[in-house]
């Protein structure tokens, strides 16, 4: 295998990793019904449960933005 090989796969194994991050068997998916009232709650104090959801996912995306950025800066993988 390829030094270049070996870092991709590399790469592939850590996003993995953020994939399974929270598995539902510890977190489980909250229903429809939790998340409206978690929202209500926080509507409540001035807060938005949209907001908490987006910087969440953003968390997530930056640090499989930046695991991607660190494989493809390698001159040789280009």
Known sequence: MT???ERLI???HRIRQWADAYP???FPKPSDLYL???NEVLQ???MSIDRIAADCMRHVIQGVGK???EVLQDDSLS
């Open 3 to 5: 030094d270049r090989e």
């Open 10 to 12: 590399e790469a592939l």
């Open 24 to 26: 539902e068997a510890i």
């Open 36 to 38: 409206q009232r978690a």
């Open 44 to 46: 409540q104090h001035g």
């Open 67 to 69: 695991i991607v950025r």
